[in-house]
């Protein structure tokens, strides 16, 4: 089955400086990838998804970048926020319409 | 509705009681999906639905663990004889179609006691 690793499992950054996350899957025929946020007691929050046809997707201050022949995809957070501090989870799936195969997640801090 | 609807938000069971959560997905999605999240935030898939059907069922356990989604009914995950490692939140999760977002509940946190 599908297994994905996420490094780092904790980050700390100041505020304004860049956060980076990692991950890398094993399954081939994985071709879509979601990231998630989760802050404490709720449910995760979908940030930005890719899917394997594309190299690079941005979302304002979000970016998410798949390398397929690597077999590894990492979240770009820019000009960080305290608002920002959560957990990020990546996940990885066939498609969106199976099961999501996560990460163990991220928990990012980030300080004033 | 527009966002995926679980309860109850918390149970607390004694060991060997049943324990019965319920997940109402976003109209119109086809799609619903249950997790475990333990305390290591590790996810862990249980099962899926297409509709009343179920879809994919890998990730269940074989004893004790029943799901359902019947026409015109919250969804609802069964635990039979609750075990203190069955403590954890379980999240319900509905998407409208295979290339569409999977939305997310706010999860029932279950405390077996």
């Known amino acids: 089955g599908e297994n994905v690793e996420q490094h780092p499992s904790t980050l700390s950054v100041q505020e304004g400086d860049s956060a980076v996350i990692k991950c890398t899957y094993s399954?081939?025929?994985?071709?879509?990838f979601p990231w998630y946020k989760q802050e404490l007691g709720k449910g995760p929050q979908l940030i930005i998804d890719i899917r394997s046809n594309v190299g690079e997707k941005k979302d304002q201050r979000i970016a998410v970048t798949l390398n397929k022949t690597a077999k590894h995809f990492s979240l770009h957070i820019t000009e960080t926020q305290p608002e920002d501090s959560a957990v990020y989870f990546c996940a990885a799936s066939r498609n969106s319409g199976y099961a999501l195969n996560f990460g163990k997640g991220t928990s990012l801090l980030v300080t004033p | 509705g527009e966002e995926v609807a679980q309860t109850p938000k918390h149970l607390v069971r004694g060991e060997g009681q049943k324990a019965k959560l319920y997940c109402a997905p976003i109209k119109g999605h086809s799609y619903v999906f249950w997790y475990q999240q333990v305390l290591k935030n590790e996810f862990k898939f249980l099962i899926s639905?297409?509709?009343?059907?179920?879809?994919?069922e890998t990730g269940m356990p074989k004893e004790r663990f029943s799901a359902k989604c019947l026409p015109n009914s919250p969804c609802s995950l069964e635990i039979q004889a609750t075990k203190l490692e069955d403590s954890a939140v379980y999240f319900c999760?509905?998407?409208?179609?295979?290339?569409?977002?999977?939305?997310f509940g706010q999860g029932t946190r279950l405390t077996v006691v």
């Open positions: 399954d081939s025929a994985s071709n879509y």
């Open positions: 999760a509905s998407t409208a179609g295979k290339n569409t977002e999977a939305f």
């Open positions: 639905f297409q509709n009343e059907n179920v879809f994919d």
